[in-house]
């Protein structure tokens, strides 16, 4: 059974969102420590999929434009759980979730490899290409409520 919990910092189930963020941006694309956790984490709100109690996927979003602007970001799917439609159901859940029923849009900046995934679930490429952490990545865009068939 899958459950997708919502977490602030303080939560105790935090620390496996951590985990799986460790897992699959440190440990396997690299990405530095010190740039992986920032001080967004602490006021984000932070979402946690979990398959019979097993957390396998975690995304993050911060809120900006008093509430207008959502960013998503930190998506990650264990490596193990990738291709079953786990990443497509916990964006859907962010996008319902009633903490941001008040969100007229959600961006996000996507690796390059990823601009597929985000595609299928109506996300839009905009602007340039640019480097974080040494990844390619574009700058996406969706506006709420925008259903994409
Ligand atoms: N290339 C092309 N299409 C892809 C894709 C890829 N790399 N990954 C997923 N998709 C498509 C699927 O085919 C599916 O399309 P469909 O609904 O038409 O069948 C849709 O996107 C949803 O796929 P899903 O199974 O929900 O994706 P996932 O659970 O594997 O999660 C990521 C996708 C990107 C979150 C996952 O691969 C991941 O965590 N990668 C490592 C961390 C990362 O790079 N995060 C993104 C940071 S921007």
Known sequence: MIEI???????AA???????????????????????RDEYD???LHFLSLIDGEPVATARVILKDEGRT???GRVAVRKAHRGKGLGKELLD???RDRALTGVHRFVLDAQIHALPFYESLGYV???????????RHRHMTKLSGTKFF
């Open 14 to 36: 935090f620390a496996l969102a951590m985990e799986i963020r460790e897992e699959v941006f440190v440990a396997e694309q690299s990405v530095p420590q010190e740039l992986e």
């Open 5 to 11: 919990q919502t977490l602030s910092a303080s939560d």
């Open 42 to 44: 602490d006021t984000a």
């Open 125 to 135: 490429a905009e602007g340039p290409e640019f480097q974080d952490a040494g990844i």
């Open 93 to 95: 859940a962010i996008e």
């Open 70 to 72: 959502a960013k998503i």
